[in-house]
T-cell receptor, first 114, second 116 residues
C-alpha cells in the first residue's frame, strides 16, 4: 500500500524558534493535508493543499504541496508553547468522486523547551 | 458542539468479549471513516462508509471486525471476540460534501479500547 515518510520523528526546540517538517512518498497524491493531535484528542486539520506547487498559510503555519505531488512540507514560525503536539501529514487520492480514505505519516513530535 | 461525536471515550473489555464503538458525524456530513491508532503510530485507515453503504473496507481485518452506517443513527464499528492486539484508539472522522472541501476529514476525540 501507499506509505508516507514523515521526518523528523521528533523535534526539541526552544520557544520562538522556527520549525520545519516534511513528508515524502513514492506515490502521487492529489491532496496533502496537515493535522495536529494533542494528547488524548483527535487530530485537527491545520492546512489542506489541493494543487501541485500550492503554498498556503494559516497564521504562523505555512505548507506547500510539492511540484512532483510526492511531497509536502510544513513550517511553523516563532513557535509558542501551545504548538507542542504531534503533527501528521496525510495524502489523499481524491479523484473527484468523494473524500477517499487518507494515508497518514507516523507523525512528528514537537517538544518546546521554554 | 456540532463536531464528530464518538462514544464511549474509553472501553475496557476482556479477551473474547465484543466491543461496539459509535460515531455520529458532523451535521451535514454523509461520509464516515474509521481509523485505528496504535501508541506512537500514525492513523491507519480501516473503512469508509456512506449511509447504508460500505464504500471501501480495504483497511479492515477480514475477521471479527465489521462496520455499518445505517439510514438512521450513528455509525458502529464492531469488534467481536476481542484480543489484546485490538487495544488501540479508534477514531471516527467525517467529511463534508465534495463541493465544500474534498479530502478534508474532521475527527472525533476517539474511543480508547483496552483489552485485558
Amino acid at each position: 500500500g501507499q506509505q508516507l515518510n514523515q521526518s523528523p520523528q521528533s523535534m526539541f526546540i526552544q520557544e520562538g524558534e522556527d520549525v520545519s517538517m516534511n513528508c515524502t512518498s513514492s506515490s502521487i497524491f492529489n491532496t496533502w493535508l496537515w493535522y495536529k493531535q494533542d494528547p488524548g484528542e483527535g487530530p485537527v486539520l491545520l492546512i489542506a493543499l489541493y494543487k501541485a506547487g500550492e503554498l498556503t498559510s494559516n497564521g504562523r503555519l505555512t505548507a506547500q504541496f510539492g511540484i512532483t505531488r510526492k511531497d509536502s512540507f510544513l513550517n511553523i514560525s516563532a513557535s509558542i508553547p501551545s504548538d507542542v503536539g504531534i503533527y501528521f501529514c496525510a495524502g489523499g487520492p481524491y479523484s473527484g468522486g468523494g473524500a477517499d480514505g487518507l494515508t497518514f505519516g507516523k507523525g512528528t513530535h514537537l517538544i518546546i523547551q521554554p | 458542539n456540532a463536531g464528530v461525536m464518538q462514544n464511549p471515550r474509553h472501553l475496557v473489555r476482556r479477551r473474547g468479549q465484543e466491543a461496539r464503538l459509535r460515531c455520529s458525524p458532523m451535521k451535514g456530513h454523509s461520509h464516515v471513516y474509521w481509523y485505528r491508532q496504535l501508541p506512537e503510530e500514525g492513523l491507519k485507515f480501516m473503512v469508509y462508509l456512506q449511509k447504508e453503504n460500505i464504500i471501501d473496507e480495504s483497511g479492515m481485518p477480514k475477521e471479527r471486525f465489521s462496520a455499518e452506517f445505517p439510514k438512521e443513527g450513528p455509525s458502529i464499528l464492531r469488534i467481536q471476540q476481542v484480543v489484546r492486539g485490538d487495544s488501540a484508539a479508534y477514531f471516527c472522522a467525517s467529511s463534508p460534501p465534495e463541493s465544500t472541501g474534498p479530502g478534508e476529514l474532521f475527527f472525533g476525540e476517539g474511543s480508547r479500547l483496552t483489552v485485558l
